[in-house]
């Protein structure tokens, strides 16, 4: 197996989940209670990773990260070298693609949370920001295990995006989808079935936990 | 500056009648404000502005010398910097939260020592020793609406506001906690707002009661006053009961009590321990008219009186009788004619027990 590229969609997986939790809370926040009559655009611009093709999602953010573009050459002149095919560039290709997969548990969780609830810590003295880290954060629970592993597993089997953006560099961008690819190429068959193998077993294992702790939450399988 | 409670607001919904209130009132340590009405009259929303938890479009909210809300010079208090208790219809107590834990919730600011004290203090007020540690969904509803009164108290709030406080109670321990909330409220010396749409929740805690109806605020005045001297025919139809007299509970046996009002004696249901000072309240529509002289019937009060006002009021008629104290009957015109009733002509007004109902007063 190769340990390498395992090491690498690990520790990919942790820091999509890792920033999701943080980027993808704020968003899910301001979704769920901002009264802006315009938020389903930002609601649907989240869900787009969902239905569209990872290799035009992949395209259009290495299209973006590129040297041509404002914000690649931003990168290259801050950090010193260009932003697609390295492993920062991969990462920020995995929060977007996997943001609706955090953000849509994390709102779905707010969205639970009795508003009536909300109102009483407010007149209770207590700020917004500290009513959503000591009330919301609590009840929504759930939502947010759900949405950081979901974001993790789904990262975990990323492969289009990660072709396009990140190419297949050997310790940097070469994640196990990929490493599988290749191993079928050249007619390794026991080595991907190892790895794949390993991919499936993870996966059921994140779902497992997922569907044991609510089903509530994320449902992918109809509310009993 | 005067201490008062300055509300004058707009506040509108779509598909709805706006909501327009104007009020004022003088506010006492413990003044209890009630504003009455039927569901969908738009008390909740005056308290909820009150509260900071709904922004009238126009209008200025000014409780002692505080402005909360001025529309025209564009100050917007948070409900966050009100200190006020709120305590919502469900109560919304915190379900993550321990009885404790709820208490505590809104004393932040304290350190962890004084915090303590506090808990300890309401608790024992409230009378919910141990279950300091239960979670809500353990209690009943009455250990509800204690931790949730106990939690809006905890941070000593400048007002309190209490949407319909004892509406998601069952008859009998809604009937017990009224006079219980009553007697709190005085002890707590803490002015407060209570919405209900009971009349007799209104009597009971009541020192100045604002009606409403359809959006606006029909009449302010004292309770009793406002239910027995309703300003408008329309006051008189969401109130609902027309007469709020003063009586002396005399004997109370089995439930059936004996009360005095201005030397007529009237028999009327009531709990046990309502205690001798009384409002009793009769609906007009509940007192039968009898020629004087007429022979027995079930009810179990019939006063002798004479006819001092007959006033029509579309198909029926109000027929005012003094036995002592003025009573107000609902009849039809048909029954006035056959009655020939006229101002001075000697009736027996009869009224069921069951249709007196005793409410207990607080002697001043």
């Not at chain 1, 609601?43 to 395209?59: D, N």
């Not at chain 2, 303590?116 to 009943?140: D, H, T």
């Amino acid at each position: 197996m190769n340990w390498t590229a395992i090491w690498v969609t690990f520790k990919l997986a942790s820091l999509t989940a890792g920033v999701l939790l943080i980027v993808g809370l704020l968003i899910a926040y301001w979704l769920t209670f901002s009264k802006w009559r315009w938020k389903f655009i930002v609601e649907s611009v989240v869900a787009l990773p969902l239905v569209l093709p990872p290799t035009v999602l992949g395209f259009y953010i290495l299209v973006a990260i590129g040297p041509h573009s404002p914000v690649g050459r931003l990168y290259s002149d801050l950090v010193g070298h260009p932003l697609p095919f390295t492993f920062e560039g991969l990462l920020l290709a995995s929060i977007l693609y996997s943001l609706p997969f955090a953000v849509q548990p994390f709102a779905a969780a707010f969205e639970q949370v009795d508003r009536r609830l909300i109102e009483a810590s407010w007149t209770l003295g207590v700020s917004k920001v500290a009513t959503f880290f000591k009330l919301i954060v609590p009840l929504s629970m759930a939502g947010l295990v759900t949405g950081a592993v979901l974001s993790f597993a789904h990262t975990l089997g990323e492969f289009g995006v990660v072709l396009m953006v990140g190419g297949n560099i050997e310790g940097e961008t070469r994640t196990v989808s990929i490493d599988i690819y290749d191993e079928v190429q050249v007619l390794n068959y026991a080595g991907a079935a190892k790895t794949a193998l390993l991919l499936l077993a993870v996966s059921y294992g994140v779902l497992l936990l997922v569907y044991a702790m609510n089903r509530k939450v994320w449902a992918v399988w109809p509310q009993k | 500056m005067a201490a008062e409670m300055i509300i004058d607001m707009i506040k509108t919904y779509s598909g709805r009648v706006p909501i327009q209130a104007r009020l004022r009132y003088d506010v006492e340590a413990s003044t209890v404000l009630i504003l009455f009405g039927p569901s969908g009259s738009g008390k909740t929303t005056i308290l909820r502005s009150v509260a900071g938890l709904e922004w009238p479009e126009e209008g200025r909210i000014q409780f002692l010398s505080r402005t909360w809300l001025d529309t025209k010079s564009g100050i917007r208090v948070s409900p966050q910097d009100r200190q006020i208790g709120y305590m919502p219809q469900d109560y919304a107590l915190f379900p993550t939260y321990s009885v404790a834990g709820n208490i505590a919730y809104g004393l932040g600011a304290l350190a962890s020592q004084d915090r303590n004290r506090r808990v300890a203090e309401v608790v024992e007020l409230f009378q919910l020793q141990g279950l300091e540690a239960a979670k809500p969904r353990e209690l009943s509803g009455g250990q509800q609406q204690r931790v949730a009164l106990a939690r809006a108290v905890a941070p000593r709030p400048q007002l309190l506001l209490l949407d319909e406080p004892l509406s998601a109670l069952d008859a009998p321990t809604r009937l017990q906690l009224r006079g219980e909330l009553r007697s709190l409220l005085k002890q707590l010396a803490l002015p407060s707002i209570i919405v209900t749409h009971d009349w007799a929740e209104a009597l009971t805690m009541g020192d100045v009661m604002a009606v409403m109806g359809e959006g606006q605020i029909h009449q302010v005045g004292k309770p009793h006053e406002v239910f027995s001297r309703p300003a408008d025919a329309e006051v008189a139809r969401i109130v609902g009961v027309e007469m709020v007299v003063q009586g002396q509970v005399i004997e109370n046996e089995n439930g059936l009590a004996t009360v005095a009002v201005n030397g007529t004696r009237l028999k009327g249901l009531s709990s046990d321990a309502i205690g001798a000072a009384v409002y009793v309240c009769i609906r007009a529509e509940d007192v039968v008219l009898e020629p004087a002289g007429s022979g027995m019937t079930s009810a179990r009060n019939h006063l002798k009186g004479v006819v001092c006002d007959i006033a029509p009021q579309g198909v029926m008629v109000q027929v005012t009788i003094d036995c002592g104290f003025l009573l107000t009957a609902t009849v039809t015109r048909r029954a006035v004619e056959d009655l020939c009733l006229v101002p001075g002509v000697s009736v027996i007004a009869a009224i069921k027990a069951g249709a007196v109902h005793l409410v207990p007063r607080s002697v001043a």
